[in-house]
């Protein structure tokens, strides 16, 4: 059974704490990636990487940043963390080529006090 | 830039009726891809299905078809005899041709509550 992992399904931080999320995918798959998802807004693509050590900005990277060292594992990280990162995040994965299906984790909803 | 547009925030419908989702979207690409995901209240989103932008053809599984439309920018998704637990929210997704990445737009969703 193929799995995205992500290391906490409920997390609350403090503002301006350093917020890792992790994320770990068993399939094999080149790309990664991390989004966040807000009522009325839906998903929006924070970062992405089709490789090891490669990463691309979304749509809204500004606060993040993310971490690529083993192909399974793609983490994100909040440097400084803010209350308007109050939010669901979901990491997925997906083979390389074509626009393929992509493979969700069940989230992380992140508070920031 | 692409654009995916759900105008249905919320739909209510009663077990067994017939509902359609409707997606509309917005690229300058002549080759794109369209999916449709299902987020159960696990939270956990579920693949439904991808069609590509040479491909009008209709498709069916099950109680699950899904309109594509050139000529309009559509992608609408019925859901026939409508369950409880269809009950979901469903996100319509546009990806680019590129060539690495395979970045997904997606729409804001239409949260489908099924009722007894």
């Known amino acids: 059974d193929v799995k995205v992992t992500q290391s906490s399904r409920y997390l609350v931080k403090r503002t301006g704490e350093k917020v890792f999320l992790e994320c770990v995918q068993d399939?094999?798959?080149?790309?990664m990636f991390w989004y966040r998802q807000d009522p009325g807004l839906g998903l929006r693509l924070i970062y992405f990487?089709?490789?090891?050590?490669?990463?691309e900005k979304g749509d809204i990277p500004e606060g993040y940043s993310v971490s690529r060292e083993k192909k399974e594992r793609f983490s994100l990280i909040l440097e400084s963390a803010s209350t308007n990162q109050t939010s669901m995040y979901l990491c997925?994965?997906?083979?390389?080529?074509?626009?393929?299906?992509?493979?969700f984790g069940p989230g992380t909803r992140l508070t920031v006090l | 830039a692409q654009k995916v547009t759900q105008a249905q925030t919320e739909i209510s419908v009663v077990e067994k009726e017939d509902v359609t989702l409707d997606c509309v979207y917005e690229?300058?690409?002549?080759?794109?891809?369209l999916f449709w995901y299902k987020q159960p209240p696990s939270g956990e989103l579920v693949f439904l299905i991808r069609r590509n932008s040479f491909d009008e053809q209709n498709e069916i599984s099950g109680r699950y078809s899904w309109n594509f439309q050139k000529s309009t920018s559509s992608f609408n998704f019925t859901i026939t005899a409508s369950q409880v637990v269809d009950s979901a929210v469903y996100f319509c997704?546009?990806?680019?041709?590129?060539?690495?990445?395979?970045?997904?737009?997606f729409g804001t969703g239409t949260q489908l509550k099924v009722e007894l």
């Open positions: 997704a546009l990806s680019e041709d590129t060539g690495g990445g395979n970045k997904l737009t």
């Open positions: 399939m094999d798959h080149e790309n």
């Open positions: 990487s089709y490789d090891v050590k490669m990463k």
């Open positions: 690229t300058r690409d002549t080759t794109y891809y």
């Open positions: 997925a994965s997906s083979n390389a080529g074509g626009p393929n299906e992509q493979f």
